[in-house]
């Protein structure tokens, strides 16, 4: 796909998603990247009711290391993988008390070295809260972007590498939201809506499909 056909789904996102933005709801990078953790395997729904409640008085890391592992883990249960989030969230915390003076660092390599912290968490984080350009690539910008062809990837790490390359930096971060409101409202996975899809006409999987009905 040349940047020519790249630049014209960028524009037709554009004009479909004005309103794309982070789902999750957060008033600092802590809250975002708690979020953000919890948000594995839930939907962001279900997060921000979580975190609704659970920022009330549990909302730096300070406060949070002063619930146990058992104590946190009932406040997110309805979030799945409460154990072992629980556990990534209370380490996580205390690695930023002690190495960070309770702040989030601003950078990719700080970011993974925290405990639970892959770069899709990293890159929200530092797209959302810090403003720095970044694809955070989770399952809907995985499977919309190879759908698409702007890029090809067998993983995450390397779909985020060819966005990274066949789109201009400072488009990165909003064509992270664009992708995902995308994948949650036509391109989804069981089922695509190719039929209301703006981007059908730009789309390889659309094409290749046209193409198998044709034979």
Known sequence: MNNKNIDEILKILGETYPEAKCALQFRSPYELLLATI?????TD????????????????????????????????????????????????????????????????????????????TANVVL??????????????????????????????????MELMNNIPRNMWSITHHYLIWHGRRICKSRKPDCERCPLALNCDYFSNEADTKMK
């Open 38 to 42: 919890l948000s594995a395997q839930c």
């Open 45 to 120: 729904v279900r997060v921000n009711k979580v975190t609704s409640e659970l920022y009330k008085k549990f909302n730096t890391p300070e406060k949070i290391l002063e619930l146990t592992e058992h104590e946190l883990g009932e406040k997110i249960k309805s979030c799945g993988l409460y154990r072992n989030k629980s556990k990534n969230i209370l380490a996580m915390s205390r690695v930023l008390v002690k190495d960070y003076n309770g702040e989030v660092p601003g950078s990719m390599e700080e970011l993974l070295k925290l405990p639970g912290v892959g770069r899709k």
């Open 127 to 160: 797209s959302n809260a810090f403003g720095i350009p970044a694809i955070a690539v989770d399952t809907h910008v995985f499977r919309v972007s190879n759908r698409l062809g702007i890029a090809k990837g067998s993983t995450p790490g390397k779909v985020e």
